[in-house]
T-cell receptor
Framework: AQTVTQSQPEMSVQEAETVTLSCTYD???????LFWYKQPPSRQMILVIR??????QNATENRFSVNFQKAAKSFSLKISDSQLGDAAMYFC????????????FGEGTQLTVNP | EPEVTQTPSHQVTQMGQEVILRCVPI?????FYWYRQILGQKVEFLVS????????KSEIFDDQFSVERPDGSNFTLKIRSTKLEDSAMYFC??????????????FGPGTRLLVL
């Protein structure tokens, strides 16, 4: 079974600084998709960024980028120029090409942004 | 931008009662999912639904749970006889036309269920 691990329960960053959230996963599949979701205090799950495993190029979305290391099974999220609105719980999630349509989530990392 | 909506936002019920949680998917989305998140824990997959059938379910999704799309718009999750441990946030998610693993799942705002 696939597992997703986020080893940082909490992280903090100063406004305008950069922070990196870690995620590792375990799978025997060769094709899969990885996601970062943000969950603000309202608790709605908002997609931040996604990465296809077959793509070597790291995905970027404005201030958000990933460092995808397929061999190491690592998928970290970098937030540049952190803003107060970035404060939230961040979940890493995995979806396999052949293992059904379910998303498998990590434990989450609570990000605090200090003014 | 189209959104997934869920009702109610909060529900309090007595143990043993039935609850129905409702979701309105993004228009033209055909694949639907339910997840739950017990307070302080991971988000867990419950069930996926396509073409009026369950396509996949987790070990959590036992006989107490059922899903349906009664009127072609709402997608519902029914818990027949709630238990204390059913207290959680329940999220609906939907996926676009292709429905494959490459599709991004878009989540609703969740229903917070409290069983007393």
């Amino acid at each position: 079974a696939q597992t997703v691990t986020q080893s940082q329960p909490e992280m903090s960053v100063q406004e305008a600084e950069t922070v990196t959230l870690s995620c590792t996963y375990d799978t025997s599949e060769s094709d899969y998709y990885l996601f970062w979701y943000k969950q603000p205090p309202s608790r709605q799950m908002i997609l931040v960024i996604r990465q296809e495993a077959y793509k070597q190029q790291n995905a970027t979305e404005n201030r958000f980028s990933v460092n995808f290391q397929k061999a190491a099974k690592s998928f970290s999220l970098k937030i540049s120029d952190s803003q107060l609105g970035d404060a939230a719980m961040y979940f890493c999630a995995y979806k396999g090409e052949t293992s059904g349509s379910r998303l498998t989530f990590g434990e989450g990392t609570q990000l605090t942004v200090n003014p | 931008e189209p959104e997934v909506t869920q009702t109610p936002s909060h529900q309090v019920t007595q143990m043993g009662q039935e609850v129905i949680l409702r979701c309105v998917p993004i228009s033209n989305h055909l694949y639907f999912y339910w997840y739950r998140q017990i307070l302080g824990q991971k988000v867990e997959f419950l069930v996926s639904f396509y073409n009026n059938e369950i396509s996949e379910k987790s070990e959590i999704f036992d006989d107490q749970f059922s899903v349906e799309r009664p009127d072609g718009s709402n997608f519902t999750l029914k818990i027949r006889s709630t238990k204390l441990e059913d207290s959680a946030m329940y999220f609906c998610a939907t996926t676009g036309l292709a429905g494959g693993p490459q599709e991004t799942q878009y989540f609703g705002p969740g229903t917070r269920l409290l069983v007393l």
